[in-house]
C-alpha cells in the first residue's frame, strides 16, 4: 500500500488565487511528521512545512499552511495568494518512527501559476 | 552556515561505464542519506547512514551500486556498471538528529543521464 497518496499529477491556479494540494498517508504510528516539499526546474529541494502527529493546531509558515486531518489522515497544503514563482513540483513526506525515521515521498503535484 | 553540497551537478555517461558522485552534509549532521528520483516520481531512499554505520540499505542495488562514509562526514556513491534505467537526479540529505520531527536538508542534486 502507499504510504504518501497526491492525487493530483498537476494544478494551475491563477496568480494571487488560493490553492489547495492534496496529501493523505496511511501509518499506524502513534509519533510521525509530516512534511511539504517544493522542487522547481533547477531540482533542489526546498522544505515548506512540517506537521507533526501530536500538533493539534495546524501549521503555518508564511503564505504557506497545512491543513491537517488525523482522522482521516489528511495533509492538503494551502498556499495563498500564489505567485508566478511557486510553479513547481511539490511533494508531501512522511517520517515514521517505526521505520527508522526515514523519509517516504507521495508522488508529487506539478503546480503552475498562471499570470 | 554551509548547505549540503554534491559534485558532480551533471554526469552524462554511457552504459556499463562507471560513475561516482559525492556529498558533503552540513557540518555537524550525523545522518547521511543518498536518494533516487527518477523523472516524474518522488524521491526514493537508497542508503541512509548515521555518523560512518549504515543504517539502512536495504534498496541499495548491491549489485551495481556501492556508497561510502568512511570518516563519518562526506560521502561517495558509485554506480559500477550503469545503466540505462539509472537515469535519475540522485539528491543527497541529511539531518543532525535523527527525528520524526526534523526535517532532512537536501543538496542541489546530481542529474545523470546514461546513453
Known sequence: AQKITQTQPGMFVQEKEAVTLDCTYDTSDQSYGLFWYKQPSSGEMIFLIYQGSYDEQNATEGRYSLNFQKARKSANLVISASQLGDSAMYFCAMRERSSARQLTFGSGTQLTVLP | ?115
Open chain 2, 1 to 115: 552556515e554551509a548547505g549540503v553540497a554534491q559534485s558532480p551537478r551533471y554526469k552524462i555517461i554511457e552504459k556499463r561505464q562507471s560513475v561516482a558522485f559525492w556529498c558533503n552534509p552540513i557540518s555537524g549532521h550525523a545522518t547521511l542519506y543518498w536518494y533516487q528520483q527518477i523523472l516524474g516520481q518522488g524521491p526514493k531512499l537508497l542508503i541512509q547512514f548515521q555518523n560512518n554505520g549504515v543504517v539502512d540499505d536495504s534498496q541499495l542495488p548491491k549489485d551495481r551500486f556501492s556508497a561510502e562514509r568512511l570518516k563519518g562526514v562526506d560521502s561517495t556513491l558509485k554506480i559500477q556498471p550503469a545503466k540505462l534505467e539509472d537515469s535519475a537526479v540522485y539528491l543527497c540529505a541529511s539531518n543532525p538528529r535523527d527525528t520524526e520531527q526534523e526535517t532532512q536538508y537536501f543538496g542541489p542534486g546530481t542529474r545523470l543521464l546514461v546513453l
